[in-house]
């Protein structure tokens, strides 16, 4: 079936720095892409849809120039956080729609800003 | 804009007691309607969908789900639940068109007491 891989699964990083994650599908090609944040017994927020080859659709409230989303082929979309700060320690998923029915979804990256 | 209200935000049961989990969206077009489950420390498992044609779908685990398009519901129902159902469950709804982004309630925190 469908496969959504994401990398890293856990990444600790100092306040001020970037992380980035990637997001791969692995045997179908996504024109599309979403990014999610989840944070601690909450439901799943979406952050943005990313499309290839153009600019990402951020959702209200979501900061474009804080979370930056690159989809630059048909198999990988990577969401920079740049200068982390504790209150972006989350957990970000990501999701494509393969088949036009389902969607499936990365196994998440949870990220913690110290 | 379309949402999605939970109206259950924790549940307690007891093993064997019979599950009913709300479900409404806001949306005046055709829709795509989602259950999730996430497990303890996992990720979001798919219990069941609905895009057309009969509006009672059946699901893993012996959850089925009833679309009643009038009240805009899609509640999830288990006749008799077990100790493993102990978990969070998320509706989630796509309207059809755009951008095809699947947004998702609060989710319903259920605990299944033996």
């Known amino acids: 079936g469908a496969v959504v891989s994401q990398h890293p699964s856990r990444v600790i990083c100092k306040s001020g720095t970037s992380v980035k994650i990637e997001c791969r599908s692995l045997d179908f090609q996504a024109t599309t892409m979403f990014w999610y944040r989840q944070f601690p017994k909450q439901s799943l927020m979406l952050m943005a849809t990313s499309n290839e080859g153009s600019k990402a659709t951020y959702e209200q409230g979501v900061e474009k120039d804080k979370f930056l989303i690159n989809h630059a082929s048909l198999t990988l979309s990577t969401l920079t956080v740049t200068s982390a700060h504790p209150e972006d320690s989350s957990f970000y998923i990501c999701?494509?729609?393969?088949?036009?029915?389902?969607?499936?979804f990365g196994s998440g990256t949870r990220l913690t800003v110290v | 804009a379309q949402s999605v209200s939970q109206h259950n935000h924790h549940v307690i049961l007891s093993e064997a007691a019979s599950l009913e989990l709300g479900c409404n969206y806001s949306y005046g077009g055709t829709v795509n309607l989602f259950w999730y489950v996430q497990y303890p420390g996992q990720h979001l498992q798919l219990l069941l969908k609905y895009f057309s044609g009969d509006p009672l779908v059946k699901g893993i685990k012996g959850f089925e789900a009833e679309f009643i398009k009038s009240k805009f519901s899609f509640n999830l129902r288990k006749p008799s639940v077990q100790w493993s159902d102990t978990a969070e469950y998320f509706c989630?709804?796509?309207?059809?068109?755009?951008?095809?982004?699947?947004?998702f309630g609060a989710g319903t925190r259920l605990a299944v007491h033996p």
């Open positions: 999701s494509a729609r393969p088949t036009g029915y389902g969607y499936t």
């Open positions: 989630a709804v796509n309207a059809q068109g755009g951008y095809n982004k699947l947004i």
